[in-house]
């Protein structure tokens, strides 16, 4: 156990829909980030939030939000979902953030989305 | 575009002998990481190298740097079976961003 929880571990969902994927960051980590991995790809990083703020956006779909809460959990909403969609979706979390990024991320399991 | 490129993108080894895996990448960095992912689960952080080190050691890991030809590379000593895994770097450019690219990574296979 990595100590970044994900949930669900699987979703199955149909074209047009919208779901919402949960992250618990690591205890005492404020900084949350979230990548999409394609079957046979690297990652693609999605959006990041430090202590509730966000820090920097890649490549995310204007059909896709985040947001990092009080707590510092964070959920990732798809909607209008395609079957392109259907991914790998992984949260990771780190202490501090940038440059003062000491230490690697400590990824959560990943969530697995199958649009059908 | 991806900022790092891993290779070989695939690897095929006998269990003992040594792999290297490279990582190139395009601009200026901070830092540089690699991470280990089995398939289809998440990724672990192996090694962190900052771009004023040239060489980092973690048990049968070896990563070096050279910042002047912008690539990095990942050395794994006597590989065992449960080495088998994708293999990637992962950048921090400088000027600002607070993220990381991830490459492609390397599919590494080792042969029992």
């Known amino acids: 156990d990595s100590g970044v929880t994900q949930t669900p571990k699987h979703l199955i969902t149909a074209t047009g829909q919208r779901v919402t994927l949960r992250c618990s960051p690591r205890?005492?980590?404020?900084?949350v980030y979230w990548y999409q991995q394609s079957l046979d790809q690297g990652l693609q990083f999605l959006i990041q939030y430090y202590n509730g703020e966000e820090r920097a956006k890649g490549n995310i779909l204007e059909r896709f939000s985040a947001q990092q809460f009080p707590d510092l959990h964070s959920e990732l909403n798809l909607s209008s979902l395609e079957l392109g969609d259907s991914a790998l979706y992984f949260c990771?979390?780190?202490?501090?953030?940038?440059?003062?990024?000491?230490?690697?991320?400590?990824f959560g399991s990943g969530t697995r989305l199958t649009v059908v | 575009s991806q900022q790092g490129e891993e290779d070989p993108q695939a690897l095929s080894i006998q269990e003992g002998e040594n792999a290297t895996m490279n990582c190139s990448y395009k601009?200026?960095?901070?830092?540089l990481q690699w991470y280990r992912q089995n398939s289809g689960r998440g990724l672990v952080h192996l090694i962190l190298?900052?771009?004023?080190?040239r060489e980092k050691h973690s048990g049968r890991l070896r990563v070096t740097l050279d910042t002047s030809k912008k690539s990095s590379s990942l050395l794994i000593t006597a590989s065992r079976a449960a080495d088998t895994a994708s293999y990637f770097c992962?950048?921090?450019?400088?000027?600002?961003?607070?993220?990381?690219?991830f490459g492609t990574g390397t599919r590494l296979k080792v042969l029992a």
């Open positions: 990771a979390s780190s202490p501090r953030t940038g440059v003062f990024a000491n230490y690697g991320y400590t």
């Open positions: 205890s005492g980590d404020l900084s």
């Open positions: 190298i900052r771009s004023n080190e």
């Open positions: 992962a950048t921090l450019p400088t000027g600002g961003t607070y993220k990381y690219i």
């Open positions: 601009t200026s960095i901070n830092n």
